[in-house]
């Protein structure tokens, strides 16, 4: 019995395989539309591989290790044929790396080659996480009938283009990927990985920043120059930005997020999409992880197995509501009908003075202040992580609210539970002495002993902030009960640096900015500025 697979069905909480045997062919050909050769690896079960429903990951990270172990074993020993690609200019395939520019050509050529192959099988599967999601949403308009599902797991149709908004620049998450993709097939190790992670997080400081990747790799990132030189709305991007196609599609579509994770607007997005078309049975199921978690991965393996497998076999899965949420503070496991889910109401809670927060509009008072130095920038306490060795989801943010550069707005005690589950905002009427600035606002779960824990958050950015203005924020979605008890907090400040820019306060371009400049910040709270965060709300049962 192999001690692997053992660990790994115990691990990700899987059901007993039908076979521990398997057999891998390497190295096999797959040519693309313009000459190019990609390399891909099939696991089958020792005997009686052939005709099996095939599942296929197309991955930039390599065919064997993680991606071995933990994707495709697991398949391939409970009903699947696997096939594993490397992706254009990685691991052995020709052609250059372009990210996520040749995804849409290279999987619908891929997907060809695989329909003449004698030991395909008739249903098809396309499965994986992360970029391994972004691949299937590139294709999933136009796949051929033989494909019964997709199963595209923390990803998106627009993968990176949240990160790069234009007023909400996110650096931890961009930097670290380019430098990662940068030099994976030179690092050789994930002990490498993790030694190098300091020094990945001490380059997000480099002025300028254009110089940071040459700082970890000693020359550029192509990627990280171009997520400088071009923001979301940018023309450059056009080809990566798939959200146009999510509406055409018809395969059946499980989707797996978490609260925490890094494209979860965006594949919340996507699945909206899905449902508002009708034209593709589609489930969305999130969890409370972050990008990079074991939790995600099991369920997505879960809904490979229970509802893309049935498919490609022609059978019917197990029924199950279209969407399946983790509830946080309830800590239990709910289905809805949609997303968001009816019967939630918007409801806003005022900032007030002397640091509360009510459902009372604030009287008339001044503003609040404080001040906030790029060169010691507000620092970024879990939630939305990407990076090796940094903890994100749900942390004890009592040490990042005693720092000065934070301010606190509390509730009293609920005196009944409170549940939000949607799409969070925030109003913050807001000033600063320089004309550029951030506000970062992040609500949190204060319980009976004042451990405050964070629930969501956002950044804006702003242009003209040198003037009164009202600062729209986009938190990230939540499902969270607040119990009877408890308060609910909101944080106002300027930053959460890694995972977001710090600003300059220069209004010099993030690329070359090399000035830190401190500035001052009001954040006003009377009959003529409302500051407050709205939240879906259903009260008590």
């Not at 002495?433 to 609500?443: E, G, I, P, Q, T």
Request: proline residues 8%; contains cysteine.
């Amino acid at each position: 019995m192999s001690l692997a697979s053992l660990a790994l069905q115990r691990l990700l909480r899987l059901p007993p395989p039908r076979t521990r045997r398997l057999t891998v062919e390497r190295d096999r050909w797959v040519p693309m539309r313009d000459g190019t050769v990609l390399l891909a690896d099939r696991w089958t079960p020792a005997t009686g591989g052939d005709g099996l429903p095939t599942a296929l990951l197309r991955s930039p990270y390599g065919r064997t290790g993680m991606i071995a172990t933990q994707l495709a074993r697991p398949l391939a020993e409970r009903g699947y044929q696997v096939v594993v690609q490397s992706t254009r200019g990685t691991f052995g395939s020709g052609g250059d790396f372009d990210p996520l520019r040749r995804e849409r050509e290279d999987g619908l050529d891929t997907l060809d080659w695989l329909l003449e192959q004698p030991w395909c099988g008739d249903g098809i599967v396309l499965f994986g996480g992360s970029y391994l999601g972004y691949v299937q949403w590139a294709v999933a308009d136009a796949v051929p009938g033989r494909v019964r599902a997709i199963v595209p797991s923390v990803s998106e149709s627009a993968f990176t283009l949240e990160q790069l908004r234009g007023d909400g620049f996110s650096l931890e998450a961009p930097f670290g990927w380019g430098v990662q993709v940068a030099g994976q097939e030179r690092q050789g190790s994930r002990l490498g990985q993790l030694l190098g992670a300091g020094r990945v997080r001490r380059a997000m400081t480099t002025l300028p920043l254009a110089d940071a990747d040459k700082a970890v790799l000693g020359r550029p990132s192509s990627y990280f120059q171009n997520v400088l030189a071009h923001d979301a709305t940018s023309p450059f991007w056009q080809p990566v930005d798939h959200r146009d196609r999510v509406a055409a599609i018809t395969v059946p579509v499980s989707t797996v997020g978490g609260w925490y994770d890094i494209f979860l607007p965006g594949q919340l997005r996507d699945f909206q999409a899905l449902q508002k078309a009708g034209r593709a049975r589609a489930r969305l199921t999130v969890g409370p992880w972050s990008h990079v978690s074991m939790g995600a991965g099991a369920v997505s393996t879960a809904e490979a197995l229970d509802f893309a497998l049935p498919l490609a076999r022609g059978e019917e899965p197990a029924e199950r509501a279209a969407v399946r949420l983790y509830v946080m503070g309830e800590e239990r496991w709910r289905d809805f009908p949609s997303w968001p889910p009816p019967g939630y109401e918007p409801e806003r809670l005022y900032l007030r003075p002397a640091g509360t927060l009510s459902a009372e509009p604030a009287p008339p008072s001044a503003p609040d202040g404080y001040a906030y130095d790029p060169a010691d920038p507000t620092p970024a306490v879990g939630g939305v992580r990407m990076a090796v060795g940094v903890r994100a989801g749900r942390v004890d943010n009592r040490r990042l609210e005693s720092r000065k550069d934070v301010l606190t707005y509390t509730t009293g005690v609920l005196e009944e539970d409170t549940e939000v589950v949607g799409e969070v905002s925030a109003e913050i009427w807001f000033s600063s002495s320089l004309r550029c600035a951030d506000v970062f606002v992040r609500v949190c779960d204060v319980d009976e002993k004042g451990r405050s824990t964070n629930v969501c958050d956002g950044l804006v950015s702003l242009t003209r902030a040198d003037a009164v203005t009202r600062a729209e924020v986009r938190l990230w979605p939540t499902a969270y009960r607040f119990r009877r008890g408890h308060r609910i907090r909101v944080q106002v400040s300027s930053g959460a640096f890694p995972r977001y820019n710090r600003n300059p306060g220069s209004g010099e371009p993030r690329a070359t900015a090399t000035a830190l400049v401190p500035a001052d910040q009001l954040v006003f709270h009377d009959p003529d500025h409302p500051s407050s965060v709205i939240l879906p709300v259903r009260r008590g049962d």
